[in-house]
């Protein structure tokens, strides 16, 4: 089992002064209480041991509390029980000639938020997602690379390196135009494309598989990515050629549009309700966000397979879901080994739960 045992907040948003002692017997916490008394930001502060912006995506200037004086520090403090061993992470943010300092700590020593992911990854399912399932192609896209970006660390790899690779193309076609350096980056480019939709493809057979195996209780979904390009990945040489050439044509309206016409972007996904055999931008407001669990949750046994620790916040998860579909949900996180956040303003929500779970009244 993994949970935080301890939790020090400072000068983080609503919160000036606040610490939690959590009872490891209990892996399910739920934090209840009226519209903006602070259920989000309680978890939206250690959610910054996983992300550079938590889970609200906010920038640091928005983290202070306000009206305070901007010399203020922000710290936050979880000790993390990880099977018998203690684990004491800390985060410090300052400004510093007015520009903001970050610090983060495991047991005193300076860590990278890259290496935290070592010890513990930190999962969440928050409102501010809901929108990946019934907006544009971007937004499913985006979210299922950060998927990746999670469980494969040289898929992070390889989307940094094409990014730099890119803007070096980009000033190439707007300083000297030499064609042979822009074969040679256009080769390379050609190249991690071909990874990038490989590796997709991939990721989504696993979760497919998973879903398949783990959770048709739950919601049976397919996910399956589609490009106009090319119908399958077999024929290597064939593809890269085929890349290569699409990134040549293209080098002079790349130029003028100041954008990569063809990119990792002509990926489309598509993901499919199989009950109901329709896509899921067509679905209702729940079954979206249960299709959002979904992947999500197989995303959870694959991280548990891979033997990757993490936790869940699961923020307003009850919001739009109903209790037998709650209920479910309850039923399947509960298989994991690990710690479980639950937000809402009610305890009555959270009935599925009663004495299994620890529950934190903010007034
Ligand atoms: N930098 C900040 N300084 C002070 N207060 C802030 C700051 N940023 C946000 N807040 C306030 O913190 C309060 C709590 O917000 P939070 O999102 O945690 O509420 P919540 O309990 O999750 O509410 P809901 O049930 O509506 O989701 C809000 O009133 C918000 O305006
Ligand atoms: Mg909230």
């Known amino acids: 089992m993994i949970g935080i045992e301890k939790l020090y907040i400072e000068n983080f948003k609503s919160y000036r002064n606040y610490s ?9 916490i739920v934090i209840y209480g009226h519209n903006g008394i602070g259920k989000t930001n309680l978890i939206d502060s250690f959610s910054f041991f996983s992300n550079s912006k938590g889970l609200r995506g906010s920038s640091l200037d928005t ?22 061993n203690i684990l004491n992470f800390s985060l410090q943010i300052n400004k510093e000639d007015n520009k903001f300092k970050k610090t983060l700590l495991l047991d005193n020593k300076k860590i990278s938020l890259s290496n935290i992911k070592n010890y513990i990854k930190i999962i969440w399912l928050s409102p501010y997602m809901d929108k990946i399932m019934y907006e544009g192609q971007t937004l499913k896209r985006n979210f299922l690379d950060k998927m990746i970006m999670q469980n494969d660390s040289y898929f992070n790899k390889i989307i940094l390196n094409n990014k730099k690779d890119i803007a070096e193309r980009f000033h190439i ?3 000297i135009k030499d ?17 990038i939709f490989n590796i997709r493809r991939k990721y989504a057979e696993e979760m497919n598989s998973i879903i398949c195996s783990k959770l048709k209780k739950f919601r049976e979904i397919k996910i399956k990515y589609k490009n106009t390009f090319f119908d399958d990945l077999i024929d290597k040489d064939r593809l890269l050629d085929l890349f290569i050439n699409e990134l040549r044509k293209n080098r002079e309206i790349d130029e003028i549009t100041k954008r990569t016409n063809f990119s990792i972007n002509s990926d489309e996904v598509n993901i499919v309700d199989k009950k109901n055999n329709i896509n899921i931008e067509a679905c209702s407001t729940g079954e979206q966000k249960i299709t959002l669990l979904t992947i999500i949750l197989a995303n959870c046994w694959k991280l548990k397979k891979d033997n990757s620790k993490f936790i869940l916040l ?3 998860a009850t919001s739009h879901i109903d209790r037998s ?9 509960d298989k994991f080994d690990t710690q479980i956040w639950y937000t809402g303003t009610n305890k009555s929500l959270f ?4 004495n299994k779970g620890f529950f934190i009244h903010l007034q």
Do not use: C
Request: no cysteine.
């Open 63 to 84: 983290i202070l509390p306000k009206n305070q004086t901007s010399n203020i520090t922000t710290k936050i403090r979880m000790i993390v029980q990880s099977d018998r």
């Open 314 to 316: 699961l923020d307003e």
């Open 351 to 354: 009935q599925v739960i009663e």
């Open 173 to 175: 076609l707007k300083t």
């Open 20 to 28: 939690l002692s959590l009872d490891n017997k209990y892996k399910h």
């Open 179 to 195: 064609t042979k350096w822009l074969d040679v980056i256009e080769k390379k480019i050609a190249k991690d494309f071909y990874d």
């Open 325 to 333: 579909n709650f209920g479910k949900l309850f039923d399947e996180v």
